[in-house]
């Protein structure tokens, strides 16, 4: 079965970095594009970037343009998300996320908290 698990998350002041991770199992990783969302206290779930293949396309949320990098490696099957110049703002559990056959798969979440 389809698996997807976040890693990385934390406390982080503002201004600084952070690296978040995804490894997922049960599908064909190679196949499919790969999203990270993010949800925050109140407000509803945004799409923060994708990535279709490697060194391929990738798409950012205007929020975070600039700012984000996502990232994978199919041979991990991971992706990554590393987030730099974070606000407070961007405080929200991140998610990852993969969409097969019309089906969205989500991971548990991980917590980032942008805080000084």
């Known amino acids: 079965q389809v698996q997807l698990v976040e890693s990385g998350g934390g406390l982080v002041q503002p201004g600084g970095s952070l690296g978040l991770s995804c490894a997922a199992s049960?599908?064909?990783?190679?196949?499919?594009?790969m999203n990270w969302y993010r949800q925050a206290p109140g407000k509803e779930r945004e799409l923060v970037a994708t990535?279709?293949?490697?060194?391929?396309?990738?798409m950012y949320g205007a929020s975070v343009k600039g700012r984000f990098t996502i990232s994978r490696d199919n041979a991990k099957n991971t992706v990554y998300l590393q987030m730099n110049s974070l606000k407070p703002e961007d405080t929200a559990v991140y998610y990852c996320?993969?969409?097969?056959?019309?089906?969205?798969?989500w991971g548990q979440g991980t917590q980032v908290t942008v805080s000084s």
């Open positions: 049960g599908f064909t990783f190679s196949s499919y594009a």
């Open positions: 990535i279709v293949r490697p060194g391929g396309t990738t």
């Open positions: 996320n993969v969409r097969i056959s019309l089906r969205g798969y």
